[in-house]
């Protein structure tokens, strides 16, 4: 038995069989329009309460049986949200206010229904604030919008000025970003900008050194590294929207999605990575010729053939092969952003890098960026960005007399910026063929082992620090500068070998 049939006033089970009763015909079927699969389809039998809608690639079935005597009213409620709202919005309303009714039961939901507007703050105040969640709260205000808007019972287009004066739940939609808890420290993302570069690395040595699933999911990996698209806007980018030039240069385009207003939903375009070209270039060879089949349900046009909730998988669990933590796209998102925000971008920067209409949304990032001193500090490894970030791993260590005994090509010596940084460790790759900068990058590379000596880091900590002031008295602290990048990488991987060692050493003690 529904939760509203089981109502026992008399009075109230009148009031909706009445209202109910002078409802005006449903319409025989609705169109919508499905962005993702960009078709229209269409929706019959409504009178039958019942809507079987597609949204990202999923069917859901929106039943309105369990409104028992008011799944007349809430069927044409459900009708209105459809005629305005995009058909996610309208899945999600549903599931909330049914969830609703699952735990707290219909009479309150009915007597709203029937209420004169005026009483409709007591009802809400004492029957729906003290145990509604946010989102129960936006959908049941989302009902009663609807009920003004067709006029059922007493409600009317005035009366939404009510509607919009009803409290809501108190909710800190950026939470995780004040308190850091969705920020990757600094050597996971070094970890996945390796993987990347790896990647990157074994292709253009062997175009079949990645497998299929491997070159799609690093691909998406370095879409929401670099850019922070949302699952769905990675899902939904075209193999048209890829732009190959002949300098092997790689653009993308994709589309702002969650604007209330639909002109808002504009295309935006963005530039891949010079080192990371040949990635996506291959993969949409791989698309085109066939060789990469999309996923079922998913359009053959779309280029990494994967519903918005497979996307999201994907780099989960990529990320957590790679960090040991499952980040998801969302928490790359914020990432990113607090990156760019703490590098001195203006918020019209990263308004545009998020694909914000608004430039509100940003300040929540500039709120929890540090101040210059603390991005010196970062730079110089005594302080981290993020609250999150002082994590010491376990690091494979190499004892002196082993490293006597590799060949010199693996015994790793430089003199980066005139440091000598000798006997830090050892390279199972070998100098001669690193692409990198020998000394510094070792430090955040997977490929170092480090000497088990705390003593040696220290040392080289202690003269990269003065280099690393330079750079920041020269640059302002433009954290963008890819020298200075480099060095407060290095300072702070450098850091948390000797904390990782001079730990290891007091346990032993």
């Known amino acids: 038995m529904s939760a509203v049939s089981s109502l026992t006033d008399p009075g109230l089970v009148s009031a909706i069989d009445e209202i109910s009763n002078s409802l005006p015909p449903l319409p025989t079927l609705i169109r919508y329009y499905d962005d993702f699969q960009e078709s229209t389809h269409t929706i019959r039998a409504i009178a039958n309460g019942k809507f079987i809608v597609e949204t990202d690639g999923?069917?859901?079935?929106?039943?309105?049986?369990?409104?028992?005597?008011?799944?007349?009213?809430?069927?044409?409620?459900?009708?209105?949200?459809?005629?305005?709202?995009?058909?996610?919005?309208?899945?999600?309303y549903h599931r909330n206010i049914r969830s609703f009714l699952v735990q707290n039961g219909a009479h309150s939901l009915a007597m709203l229904s029937v209420a004169e507007p005026y009483k409709a703050l007591q009802i809400w105040t004492q029957h729906i604030l003290p145990v509604a969640t946010?989102?129960?709260?936006?959908?049941?205000?989302?009902?009663?919008?609807?009920?003004?808007?067709?006029n059922i019972g007493a409600w009317s287009s005035p009366s939404a000025k009510i509607v919009r004066s009803l409290a809501g739940v108190k909710v800190d939609k950026?939470?995780?970003v004040r308190t850091a808890d969705c920020f990757l420290p600094i050597d996971q993302q070094t970890a996945i900008a390796n993987y990347i570069d790896d990647?990157?690395?074994a292709l253009s040595h062997n175009p079949s050194a990645l497998g299929d699933e491997q070159l799609r999911d690093v691909c998406m990996l370095a879409v929401s590294f670099q850019y922070a698209l949302r699952p769905g806007q990675l899902a939904r980018i075209e193999l048209a929207d890829v732009r190959i030039y002949e300098t092997d240069a790689v653009h993308f385009s994709f589309i702002r999605i969650k604007q209330s207003d639909a002109k808002k939903r504009i295309r935006l375009a963005r530039r891949i990575k010079r080192e990371w070209c040949n990635l996506f270039v291959e993969l949409v060879s791989r698309?085109?010729?066939?060789?990469?089949?999309e996923s079922t349900g998913v359009p053959a046009r779309l280029l990494f053939g994967l519903k918005p909730s497979d996307v999201s998988v994907a780099i989960s669990n990529l990320t957590e092969e790679l960090t040991g933590e499952p980040w998801t796209p969302t928490d790359l998102r914020h990432t990113g952003a607090q990156r760019l925000a703490d590098a001195g971008a203006s918020r019209a920067s990263l308004t545009e890098y998020l694909g914000h209409a608004s430039k509100h949304a940003a300040d929540v990032y500039y709120d929890n960026s540090p101040v210059q001193g603390q991005r010196i500090n970062e730079a110089l490894a005594i302080s981290p960005i993020y609250a999150n970030v002082a994590k010491i791993s376990s690091y494979k260590t190499i004892t002196e007399s082993e490293l006597r005994g590799l060949k010199g090509d693996n015994q790793v010596g430089a003199a980066p910026h005139g440091i000598p940084m000798a006997g830090i460790g050892s390279c199972q790759l070998g100098q001669s063929l690193c692409l990198k900068n020998p000394g510094?990058?070792?430090?955040?590379?997977?490929?170092?082992?480090?000497?088990?000596?705390?003593?040696?880091?220290?040392?080289?900590?202690?003269?990269?620090?003065?280099?690393?002031?330079q750079f920041a008295a020269a640059a302002r602290g433009n954290a963008i500068s890819p020298a200075y990048v480099q060095l407060r990488a290095a300072c702070d991987a450098m850091r948390r070998v000797v904390e990782g060692l001079d730990s290891d050493r007091e346990d032993q003690e």
């Open 58 to 92: 999923v069917w859901e079935s929106l039943s309105v049986e369990a409104f028992g005597l008011c799944s007349a009213i809430y069927t044409h409620v459900v009708v209105d949200w459809f005629g305005r709202l995009d058909t996610t919005t309208v899945v999600v």
């Open 440 to 469: 510094l990058s070792c430090y955040t590379c997977s490929k170092f082992m480090p000497l088990a000596n705390p003593s040696v880091h220290k040392q080289a900590l202690e003269g990269v620090r003065p280099v690393v002031l």
């Open 199 to 201: 990647a990157q690395i």
């Open 134 to 150: 946010a989102s129960q709260n936006w959908a049941i205000r989302a009902f009663l919008h609807s009920l003004c808007r067709l």
């Open 174 to 176: 950026y939470r995780v």
């Open 287 to 293: 698309r085109e010729r066939g060789i990469i089949k």
